[in-house]
Every structure is written in structure tokens, then in C-alpha cells.
């Protein structure tokens, strides 16, 4: 392996994300996020000759990463087919079910795939480089009410229809093409000392847009219930409070709304039980030595 591939992306909560998993070395179990491949070894290392792990990922440059072991199994898909392709290939049920969403440090470092703001890059911003609409098609198509419920309900922007507003008279007189042209008209709309943080609101909403992300993670985890043996794990690391609500009201309602099902007797219809009452989050020092993970929210439920 190169050294590029090496640092592809750097797990987050990478040792809790495996006790969390409680692996049994013959189990079979999912990393629905493979990315690097950073979690996918470590899950290797602790399986035996009879376990098998099966990995997704929608990122054509993820397959580079795949290790040449007779217990992985590589799918390129998105994680929300997690259960049609498990079917397929014969692996349901599975003893525990990895999920460590967003944008991997190779998709935001690398300029040409239009994830981060910090280069001059063609607007593009799709996991799935086949998929069909970029951001660029977006900021130059949708209506200004439909951009602005984007801007705050994916990104939480402040004042979204006025930021709407603007990037509508401004693709009026040149349509939206890379990143450094959205960022410039962005830029005089920003707070003072909050530029940063207002930008990353912007890109992370139409990132979350353009890969449809939140239906997908909606998807994985109802199917989660089928896919994930009882007595199993469902463990998720979550970015941003959008992705993480979902996540805790599942694992506790099972439910995305978050209102609990009860039968008769009144008792729970979850399929899932939490294992804590909090999430766990990264280290002070993990922080300090990766800024990536400082939003890092890790939760863990046991399939009933």
C-alpha cells in the first residue's frame, strides 16, 4: 500500500468503533462506510479464518483501498441497498453493521471533487462520480424558495432566504461552476470571524443534498432491523446533529420521528436497544490531533 493510500482518511473513535462492535471471530459483520478501509482492517484483525465482513462503498476510488483477503467482500453501492444486496449474495443475517457517515479526509482533500471550499474546484460535490446532478446543477436550477428550505434545513444556515436570494441574482449573471466562484459570493454574506463556519453550512447543504445523504442514512438504518441479527450491534458515528437525531431516535423509538411504539402491554416495539445514554465523543487529544473528529458523535444499540 502507498503512503497516499495509507492516509486516505484517518478513522475516527476508530478503538471504539471495534469494542463497540463486541466482535465475535467467526461472525459476519458490515462496514457500510468503507472508505479508506481504515475500520474494515481493524474488523479483520479481529475476526478468525471462518468470519466474513462485506463492505460499501458509492466512491469508485474506495475499491483501490479493498485488501486482498478471502473474508471481504467489496460492494460499490450506497449502503442504503444494504439489505437487497446482503440477500443477493447470501450474507443475511450479519452480527454487527458499521456506519461511519460524511465525507471521507480523501474526498475533502482531493480539489476536483468539489467538497471543500479551501480550492478552486468544478462544483461538483457527488459520492458516486456516475450519479447524475452536481451541486453546480443545483444552484443553477433550483428556485429561489426551494434553495433557501435546502440552505436550512441541510445546513442550518442563518438567514437562508436572503442568502438564496443572492446566490440567485448572482447566477443570473454567471451560472455557478467551481468552488471558488460560490465562495466569493458567499463570502461578503458571512459574519464577521465566522466565515469558516458559515461556509461549511453552505457546502455541507448541498453536499447532503446532492447525495441524497439523509434519505439514504433513513434507509440503512429501517433495514437495519432486518439485516442485524438479535443479540447484534448497529454501531453509528454521525458529523453534524442532522445525521445523529436520526440516529438516536432510531436506536431509542425505532422510530426516525422519534415517537416510541408500544404494544398492548406497553412495552417497547423498537427492534433496537441503546447502550448508552450518551454518545461517545472523541478524546481532547484525538480533537487536538485530528480536527476532522471533533464533531464526531458515536452511538451503539443492540438488536433485541
Partial sequence: MTQARATYHEPVLLKECIEALAIRPNGRYVDATFGGGGHSRAILKELGPEGELIAF??????????????????????????????????????????????????????????????????????????????????LNTLGEQPLAELLSNYGEVRQASKVARRLVQARATQPFETTGQLAAVLRPMARRGDEHGFLAQVFQALRIAVNDELASLAQLLRESADVVRPGGRLVVMSYHSLEDRLVKNWMRAGDLGGKEEKDMYGNSKRPFKPLQGRSVQPSEREQSENPRARSARLRTAERQ
Avoid: C, E, I
Fill in 57 to 138: 462503498d458509492r466512491d469508485a476510488d474506495a475499491r483501490h483501498n479493498a485488501p486482498q483477503d478471502p473474508r471481504f467482500t467489496f460492494v460499490p453501492s450506497d449502503y442504503r441497498w444494504v439489505r437487497n444486496h446482503l440477500r443477493f449474495l447470501g450474507k443475511l443475517p450479519v452480527d454487527g453493521l458499521l456506519a461511519d457517515l460524511g465525507v471521507s479526509s480523501h474526498q475533502f482533500d482531493t480539489a476536483g471533487r468539489g467538497f471543500s471550499f479551501r480550492f478552486d474546484a468544478p462544483l461538483d460535490m457527488r459520492m458516486n462520480q456516475r450519479a447524475g446532478r452536481t451541486a453546480a446543477d443545483l
